[in-house]
């Protein structure tokens, strides 16, 4: 571990002690290290191919849902398959340690959940589950899979002749849980931005309600941000060694 590293957990570790109340939202930067890829890494980002306003739209999902599981299938058969990795650990340690106060998340994985986090607040809903569009049913997503298998159509139907659609915000939809979001934010002294490359908006803004109350902010992410100027810290290594380490220094 080079010295400027060991320099950044010293400080972020000092920051989360000296917090009264810290908020953390997490990207999709957070689950890459579970087999999960994310959105915008250049080369292998999931929108590097597919312009998701034609696929993951909700206007997508109305004209043509066919083509929008087409696209989404993989994703839900996907997300059986993989595990929380160390940052999502390490977040549920700081949380247990009472370091961490709520965790906002844009990932739709519930890996957060399957680590162990209690206080989550998904802001773009959560794969695992689907909801009829027509008469708000909600069914798993292994029965969601199971109706697509079943119909000609490769459509998932419910008995109320609506169509079953992932319990996620698509692009043209409002955020779940916005004002709750954004009033943790305003409280926090000390907010992290994980994994996030805080171009998606509005969830891009929250880390500015943190810093509007002179609250300190630390950005860990690969690539950078508009943000990157305004933080206290700025950490560009691998996400679940650097929390890892974090806790190790915490003694938790």
Not at 120 to 129: A, K, P, R, T
Not at 190 to 219: D, K, M, T
Request: neutral net charge; charged residues 20%.
């Amino acid at each position: 571990m080079s010295a400027n590293e060991q320099q950044k957990i010293t400080k972020v570790s000092a920051l989360l002690k000296n917090s009264k109340y810290t908020v953390c939202l997490t990207g999709a930067g957070v689950s890459t290290a579970s087999g999960i890829p994310d959105f915008r890494t250049p080369g292998k980002g999931i929108w590097e191919n597919v312009n998701p306003i034609e696929v993951t739209s909700i206007e997508a999902f109305r004209e043509n849902p066919a083509r929008f599981y087409h696209f989404y299938v993989p994703r839900i058969e996907e997300l059986s398959k993989v595990s929380p990795n160390q940052a999502h650990y390490a977040l549920t340690r700081l949380e247990s340690a009472g370091y961490l106060k709520k965790l906002i998340t844009q990932n739709i994985d519930n890996l957060h959940q399957k680590a162990g986090s209690q206080n989550v607040l998904e802001i773009h809903g959560n794969l695992s589950q689907a909801l009829c569009a027509k008469c708000s049913k909600k069914i798993s997503s292994e029965l969601l899979l199971e109706k697509i298998e079943n119909s000609v159509r490769r459509i998932p139907f419910c008995d109320c002749g609506g169509v079953f659609k992932p319990d996620v915000v698509l692009f043209g939809e409002m955020l779940s849980n916005l004002n709750e979001a954004v009033g943790e934010a305003s409280k926090a002294d000390l907010f992290l931005a994980i994994g996030s490359s805080l171009q998606v908006s509005p969830a891009n803004l929250l880390p500015e309600y943190s810093l509007a109350r002179q609250g300190e902010l630390v950005i860990i992410n690969y690539m950078e941000t508009h943000l990157d100027h305004r933080a206290a810290v700025v950490v560009r290594e691998d996400i679940g060694t650097f929390l890892t380490e974090v806790c190790k220094y915490l003694g938790i």
